[in-house]
């Protein structure tokens, strides 16, 4: 299948037939993960490939009970690293004057001064496992596969459920299966609706 028929053809399913996934088929959708970008290729980002059913059942009540995240053959923990500290970072550090130039300082500084340390590196590790787990659902659906990125979710809770180390977080469950519903058509914008040139006119 051409990139930009799979492009076109991606929908968010919510709603699957209990078929497994293949595994030649998973590999290649966590091996699209593997080699996905990374910023400064910190390669931060673990991907938990879970097909429990009461696992599934208690990371899709960790999701404010959307039990149909159980229904998926597999769900996918797309989790980051939360070994740094941004307020560990030297004044030289290359992240840190990034994130200086890109937030403004007084934030930087207010954020290394809260308190807990796992929060605010959890709010800069948030994006992290995102490109890879886009990677998935393309795979996937080269085979015809759909998914669902689902960002509603007590991380808390999933990393228990998932016994997770204190440095490792949960930050999205991306369950993926064969659809079990049509897709629908999405209202998209045009392309001059969402593009300009040079500068906004």
């Given at each position: 299948m051409e990139l930009s028929t799979i492009i076109k053809t991606r929908r968010s399913a919510r709603s699957y037939k209990t078929t497994a996934i293949p595994e030649d088929i998973l590999k290649e959708m966590l091996e699209a993960a593997r080699l996905a970008p990374s910023?400064?290729?910190s390669q931060s980002t673990y991907y938990g490939v879970i097909q429990a059913t009461e696992i599934k059942e208690k990371l899709a009540r960790a999701a404010g009970n959307?039990?149909?995240?159980?229904?998926?053959p597999v769900v996918f923990a797309c989790c980051a690293d939360l070994s740094w500290d941004i307020a560990e970072q030297t004044d030289g550090d290359f992240g840190l004057l990034v994130n200086k130039l890109r937030f403004n300082n007084d934030f930087i500084e207010y954020l290394c001064e809260y308190?807990?340390?796992?929060?605010?590196?959890?709010?800069f590790e948030n994006a992290a496992p995102l490109i890879g787990a886009e990677h998935i659902i393309l795979t996937g659906t080269a085979h015809g596969l759909s998914a669902c990125i689902?960002?509603?979710l007590d991380i808390a809770e999933a990393n228990r459920v998932l016994q997770l180390p204190e440095h490792i977080t949960c930050l999205y469950l991306l369950p993926a299966g064969y659809a079990a519903e049509a897709?629908?058509?999405?209202?998209i914008k045009e392309l001059e609706d969402i593009v300009f040139y040079d500068y906004w006119k």
């Amino acid at each position: 299948m051409e990139l930009s028929t799979i492009i076109k053809t991606r929908r968010s399913a919510r709603s699957y037939k209990t078929t497994a996934i293949p595994e030649d088929i998973l590999k290649e959708m966590l091996e699209a993960a593997r080699l996905a970008p990374s910023p400064g290729n910190s390669q931060s980002t673990y991907y938990g490939v879970i097909q429990a059913t009461e696992i599934k059942e208690k990371l899709a009540r960790a999701a404010g009970n959307q039990m149909w995240i159980a229904q998926a053959p597999v769900v996918f923990a797309c989790c980051a690293d939360l070994s740094w500290d941004i307020a560990e970072q030297t004044d030289g550090d290359f992240g840190l004057l990034v994130n200086k130039l890109r937030f403004n300082n007084d934030f930087i500084e207010y954020l290394c001064e809260y308190p807990d340390r796992k929060a605010r590196t959890t709010l800069f590790e948030n994006a992290a496992p995102l490109i890879g787990a886009e990677h998935i659902i393309l795979t996937g659906t080269a085979h015809g596969l759909s998914a669902c990125i689902v960002g509603f979710l007590d991380i808390a809770e999933a990393n228990r459920v998932l016994q997770l180390p204190e440095h490792i977080t949960c930050l999205y469950l991306l369950p993926a299966g064969y659809a079990a519903e049509a897709p629908c058509d999405k209202k998209i914008k045009e392309l001059e609706d969402i593009v300009f040139y040079d500068y906004w006119k």
